[in-house]
């Protein structure tokens, strides 16, 4: 409680004090706040100071600042030195003196914005996009923001330079301005040291006054009632807002766009005109002048010719017509008319003169003229009349008939001047040169080599000159005409009954002349006049020497060289078979040969085949080759020779050739007839090709057809097998061969090769007959038992003559005992024989198994030298 007391307590004497305070407040006068620069609102950076005063007596005085709820430092004057945007606000202050303070000041509203103002520059007078020299024209400077305190600052060009005594006012004025003056402008404001942004740069045109040029739309000055003049004001550079305005002989005219027309004019709108260009308060100089006039009437053109004087015309000339106007000649076209009616227009251009160039006479009539310009047109002129007539053609005629000629011959030709009149002069050129002025009629008497040349003739009447005539040639040789003799045909030789031609040209020319042909000797009696002679189907009495000569009118040649003639009989061609058979098979190569033709390329040849002619490859040479013969080859064959000039001889005499239907097909025999043969008895087989044909090769083969049998002589049309082997036993063929052709096989022989039979040497003699005989007795024995055999017995194999028995005695002596004996049977069928035996040596009788026939052999030597008697092992 007690607490609570004492602050009661305070809180009144608080209360207190503040009431004495308040109450000697009011004795202090209220302050005033100025500010410089003295505006409310100030720019980032600039700077401002605040000054709190009062009236009356100063000292002593304390001074207290607040921003809003903010105690600024106490001091007279509140300085910004930069300020931004914690500047913004609301401003007071008062004084304090002892005890007592004033009231607070007025508030104060302090703005910053943000950033430098920017002023705008404007123009007076704004519309205007260009000036010209001596306008004036303003310049001017604003701040939207605030316009207080400010200097205003100007600059030109893009360096933004400083312009020098421009003041600092708002605005800047440009008098009597030059095209220098041009360029774009700035300005800048300023205070207490702080300068705004340059305004936006403000271009500035300024052009030198337009120069005015009165210039003609129509192309002439001078003109005739209703016409039309049009004339243009031109200002350049030219501009839309410029005014013409015209004078007329000093006087002003018109004034309204820059161009005027004159419609319908009439000799009150002649006089010099001029112009001038009108803008605000300004002029141009005067325009150029201009002097018109406009004629009382309407013009009549006057039509003339040239040459004046031709009263006629020919065709290929040249007419000028000229349409003149007096008055003036300026812009007219030209408009021509021909006929009564004169409604045809005939040409139209620009000038005055038509020319009729290389008229006919349909160009010939009445012509008028007329000018005419913008639609307006003149009146006709007087009609003028022109007669023209077609112009002589020139014609250069030979009278001789030929244009080549051999000196000492006469020319003559003629200038023909159609249609004729004696009014023209013939003139003659040669080589383009002048030769001769006279009659129309040229005469060149023996004529030589100067005389060549190439001719023309004119006709020539006042200064006309018709066209050149034709040209003719005009050749003088300088020696008389070479003769040229020709024959057809030109290989020799000539064979009798063909035509033949001889020709007598003359080298240099051919026109002309008339031929005479001699034979031999005679040169008085001409065989021909012909140019060309020709002699049907000569004969061997044509043969002789030729020549000829040429005569035209007076001149005569002298004679060509001789040309002989050799007549000979045509050849006569015989057939010669060059292949070796006239009868062949298919396949088989035929060739022959016609000889007695020269080989010479004039020659070919023809065939025929039973009198038809044979065409196709290889048959006009003298030798005919078929490589492989058919059937229908069969023929009786001839030849003929042909000449190239289409002379025939006779037919040759004929060969004939018979092919046969088949391929040959040759016959195997055997002579024995027997395909059974013993061993070493002879085969012989018999290769035949049973049709009529010869000369054969013979081909043998055994076991196969493609086995041949070698070292066998193919001439020989048989083939022998001498002594038979079992390698003989198999199947046999032939074939047959000539030439290139082979024939087919044959038919086949199968041979078989049976054994002999064996034959054995017994000892017939007995053990008990040995000793006490003194010979042996041998026995031949063959096997085969069934036949009866005849022996043939064989010492040292040589045949016993007389011994035929089966039995053989052999006496004991030393030369028997060491011989060998053999036999073998005979008889006279077939087997013809047996084998051989093998030999039986008495000296080599040994221990010998039983023999079949059941004997035994004798053991040891017998009558030996080395020992007595018979020694048995």
């Known amino acids: 409680m007690a607490r609570l007391k004492a602050l009661l307590i305070t809180v009144i004497k608080v209360l207190f004090c ?22 409310n609102v100030i720019y ?44 913004s606000g609301d401003y007071r202050c008062k004084v304090k003196k002892g005890n007592n303070t004033s009231d607070l000041s007025d508030t104060l509203s302090l703005s910053v914005a943000d950033g430098r103002p920017k002023p705008q520059l404007t ?42 005594n421009s003041g600092s006012k708002s605005q800047h004025t440009l008098s009597s301005v030059v095209p220098a003056d041009g360029g774009p402008y700035w300005c800048q404001v300023e205070r207490a040291g702080f300068k705004s ?96 006039h406009v004629y009382g009437g309407r013009p009549k053109p006057q039509l003339t010719q040239e040459p004046a004087s031709v009263s006629v015309f020919y065709t290929n000339e040249s007419v000028t017509l000229k349409c003149n106007i007096t008055e003036d000649s300026e812009g007219w076209t030209y408009l021509w008319y021909k006929g009564q009616d004169k409604k045809h227009i005939l040409n139209t251009g620009s000038k005055s003169q038509l020319t009729l160039s290389s008229v006919a006479p349909a160009d010939g009539g009445s012509y008028w003229c007329q000018a005419e310009r913008s639609g307006f047109k003149s009146e006709h002129s007087d009609f003028l009349s022109l007669v023209i007539k077609d112009f002589p053609q020139t014609k250069l005629v030979m009278q001789t008939k030929w244009t080549k000629f051999f000196p000492s011959e006469v020319v003559n030709m003629k200038c023909d001047i159609m249609p004729p009149s004696p ?172 000889n007695g033709i020269p080989t010479s390329p004039g020659w070919t040849f023809k065939w025929y085949r039973t009198q038809h002619l044979l065409r196709g490859k290889n048959k006009n040479t003298d030798t005919l080759l078929m490589d492989s013969v058919v059937l229908e080859d069969t023929g009786e064959y001839t030849c003929q020779g042909v000449h190239k000039r289409q002379l025939e001889t006779v037919v ?15 016959t195997l025999s055997q002579q024995q007839n027997d395909t059974s043969v013993y061993v070493e008895e002879q085969v012989t087989f018999m290769c035949e090709v049973k049709i009529d044909s010869t000369d054969w090769e013979y081909q043998w083969f055994q076991n196969s057809p493609q086995e041949k049998i070698r070292d066998v002589d193919p001439r020989n049309a048989t083939y022998t097998i001498q002594s038979a082997s079992v390698k003989d036993h198999g199947s046999f063929w032939c074939k047959t061969k000539r030439g290139a052709y082979v024939s087919e096989l044959s038919t086949t022989i199968e041979i078989k090769i049976l054994a002999r039979p064996t034959t054995v040497v017994n000892l017939e003699t007995g053990w008990a007959d040995i000793l006490s005989v003194d010979s042996l007795t041998l026995l031949c024995e063959v096997d085969n ?30 030369e028997n005992y060491r011989s060998k004996y053999s036999c073998r049977g005979i008889r006279s069928d077939r087997p013809t024989y047996s084998m051989r035996s093998e030999a039986f040596i008495a000296n080599n009788i040994g221990s010998q198994k039983a023999n079949p026939s059941g004997h035994f052999g004798l053991l040891g030597c017998w009558h030996s030298p080395h020992c007595s008697g018979l020694y048995i092992f």
């Open 18 to 39: 503040l009431m004495q305070e308040s109450k000697t407040e009011g004795n202090i006068p209220k302050p005033k706040i100025t500010q410089t620069p003295a505006v």
């Open 44 to 87: 980032t950076t600039e700077k401002m100071t605040l000054e709190c005063s009062v009236q009356g007596d100063s000292s002593g005085l304390e001074y207290i600042w607040q921003k809003g709820d903010e105690r600024l430092p106490d001091s007279p004057t509140y300085i910004i030195p930069s300020a931004d945007q914690s500047h």
């Open 123 to 164: 123009k007076e007078p704004a519309s205007v996009s260009v000036f010209y020299t001596k306008d004036s024209v303003t310049l001017k400077c604003s701040i939207t923001e605030d316009s207080e305190g400010w200097t205003y600052l100007w600059y030109k060009g893009q360096d933004k330079k400083h312009i020098p």
């Open 197 to 292: 942004d340059h305004s936006d740069s403000l271009p500035l045109v300024i052009k030198e006054l337009p120069q005015t040029t009165l210039v003609m739309q129509t192309k002439w000055t001078k003109v005739f009632p209703t016409e039309v003049v049009k004339m243009e004001c031109d200002i350049q550079p030219p501009s839309p807002d410029w005014i013409c305005k015209y004078y007329k002989n000093g006087q002003v005219y018109q004034t309204s766009d820059c161009m005027l027309n004159l419609q319908f004019a009439n000799t009150g709108d002649s006089g010099d005109y001029k112009c001038i260009g009108t803008l605000r308060s300004l002029q141009t100089q005067p325009s150029n002048p201009i002097g018109v």
């Open 423 to 594: 009014d023209w002069i013939c003139k003659y050129y040669r080589d383009d040169q002048d030769l001769q002025t006279s009659d129309c009629m040229l005469n060149l008497q023996s004529v030589n080599t100067g005389d060549s040349g190439v001719y023309k003739c004119i006709g020539t009447l006042r200064s006309l000159e018709t066209q050149h005539s034709n040209p003719i040639k005009v050749h003088v040789y300088g020696h008389p005409p070479t003769l040229l003799l020709s024959v057809d045909p030109t290989e020799p030789p000539i064979y009798t009954k063909e035509n033949v031609t001889l020709t007598c040209g003359v080298t240099e020319e051919q026109e002309g002349w008339t031929y005479m042909w001699y034979k031999g000797s005679d040169q008085k009696t001409p065989v021909s006049s012909e140019r060309v002679f020709t002699i049907p189907s000569v004969q061997r009495s044509h043969n002789g020497e030729y020549k000829c000569q040429v005569k035209r009118e007076n001149f005569s040649s002298g004679y060509s060289d001789s040309h002989g003639l050799t007549i000979e009989e045509p050849p006569v061609p015989t057939l010669e078979r060059l292949s070796n058979w006239a009868k062949v098979f298919p396949t088989e190569k035929v060739s022959m040969k016609c």
């Open 652 to 666: 040759s005499n004929s060969i004939s050739i018979h092919v046969y239907d088949n391929k040959a097909v040759p």
């Open 785 to 814: 038992t069934s036949v009866t055999w005849n022996y043939t017995w064989y010492k040292e194999d040589e045949e016993m003559a007389n011994e035929t028995q089966k039995a053989l005695h052999i006496k004991a002596t030393k």
